[in-house]
């Protein structure tokens, strides 16, 4: 009771100067908040405006006029809905590729009496430290005929050791006995893995599946790079970067910003904005989950090591 | 003798065949790790090879060190490494700093509500792809309508707009600023976990004994996050030859190549459109065994100061 009275008090004197740290603290954390969200929101005002109004040099908190023109062009545009396909495609087969690839690889790793098991470990982690580089990597794809192929998006994603370890930590922590009874009762190991280990499983694999979807979604490199020239495995990521590639283009051939107005006509930013929306909708769309699951699986990854 | 072998193998074979399912469980990792991540390997032939693509990999000439030694008398060769060493460092000199004083603030905010909103907000950038964030980027310093333009102009500091993304001066500043505005929240967490891990009990005994609050975040919080800031600073130091390619494919553009221009968006300009595939394998494999030798020498000193450490 005394020592409470004592901190108390304590707490009392201290007060002045931690209040004013408390303001600070919580005027800094508005304006860094605001700092993340600024961007989001000017995309969003550019998205709902008409492309004469965004070119003015001011400050623009809300759109003069509010119009759906920019969507009405994205969702008429076939080269964007192709892309959004393209994108949902690779997400939903990559995703479930990677899943089930890690998962068995990870029920095989969770036997330490396995013969041949810390060799196989090793040739699995090695690409972790040593890879070809890109144009090795160009070159193998070449010679696999996935160039201008969807399969260049979902296969060569669908393993990673990394994933695997966690699932196999998190494999490790299901009861033992549950297993050994379906063992006993004559199940053989594809049914113990498909219709026990699985089904135990799905924070882990919530988990997993979430960055790998979050990876998918955000991938554009092996776009640009094996599947450049086919319009019809264009995914939404390189699109974007497209046209972004013909704003610095135009912007560095030719000097000044009256270049620049030239180039609005053919390529609105307000298109732009509206593509970009549809880029980052689906991600601020499964953010709750994503946000409880990532933290979750860091501390996975951090304690279990 | 005879006899213990055979019944060795014998067991073995028993064995194999216990496992049997578990090795076909294995076999599609194994098949992809062949086919994306060894199979490659052989093409790293062509960084002492003059590649010609009607040859292959196999028929191509080879020319030992040729590549390399026009890479070591390549001015820009020089040119990509500094920058991407510069880039590196000055990110790890305010990424690392940044965190750790943006973890003790959030975790002072006493208003959990508060503190779970600063967080999901902060945290967000983080799942965004640099396309984006460099959409973001060229939008806002746009010199057409750019919010930074806008403001800077009603203040008198500018009177025409200025193309920021255009300045190789700039290039620098814009792409640390857009990497902590993308990882600052995220880095976080983990240093979180770490204080969240630390006995409460700490704290009140320390304000008993009349320690204040800076003391307390002197004291107690600062040591508890010391051996996660050693792993997360080596590990750093382990990739400090490999500055992503996103990031700065993202923001960089012809007129800023003389700072931008990092070892990884040189290969990819040298090798995919300049077709100089043996050239830029070569520089390739040149930073891919620094990185090697960097990220093991870090892991070995990860595992030196904090015996729990383990790579994976």
Known sequence: ????????????????????????????????????????????????????????????????????????????????????????????????????????????????????????????????????????????????????????YVLPTGFSIYNTIIIRNYFFSIDKGMEEAASIDGASQVRIFASIIMPLSKPVIATVSLWQMVGQWNSWFDNMVYCRRSSNLITLQYLLRRMLDSLTAATTTASGPEAIGSLVDTNPDT???????????????????????????IMVGAVKG | MEHTKSLRTGSMKKELKKYFPFYMFLLPAIILVILFCYMPMEGLMIAFKDYKMARGIEGSEWVGLKHFQALFSDPNFYRVLGNTLKISIFTLLTTFPITIIFTILVNEILNTKFKSVVQTITYMPHFLSWVVVGTFVYQILSPTGGVINAILIQLGILDKPLYFMAQKDMFVPIYLIANLWKSTGYSIVIYLATIAGIDTALYDAASIDGANRFRRILHITLPAMFPTMCTMLILNIGSLVSVGFDPIFNLYNDATYQTADVISTYVYRKGMIESRYDFSTAIGLFQNVVSLVLVLIANWFARKANPEYKII
């Not at chain 1, 980052?280 to 990532?294: E, R, S």
């Open chain 1, 1 to 152: 009771m005394a020592r409470e009275q004592e901190a108390k008090k304590i707490k009392m004197k201290q007060s002045v100067g931690s209040r004013i740290f408390d303001i600070c603290n919580t005027v800094f954390m508005v304006v860094f908040c605001i700092t993340i969200l600024l961007p989001f929101w000017d995309v969003v005002v550019r998205s709902f405006s008409r492309a004469q109004d965004i070119s003015y040099m001011h400050i623009n908190l809300f759109p003069k006029v509010w119009t759906l023109d920019a969507y009405k062009y994205v969702f008429q545009d076939n080269e964007i809905i192709t892309a959004f396909v393209v994108s949902v495609l690779r997400t939903v087969i990559g995703t479930a590729i990677h899943i089930i690839v890690c998962c068995m690889a990870a029920y095989s790793l969770t036997r330490t009496e396995m013969p041949f098991r810390r060799f196989i470990t090793a040739v699995l982690l090695i690409p972790m430290f040593f890879s070809a580089g890109m144009i090795p990597m160009y070159l193998n794809m070449k010679r696999l005929g996935l160039l201008n192929n969807f399969l260049v």
């Open chain 1, 271 to 297: 298109i732009k904005a509206a593509t970009t929306i549809l880029v980052v909708l689906p991600i601020v769309v499964i953010y709750p989950f994503l946000q409880k699951y990532f933290v979750k699986g």
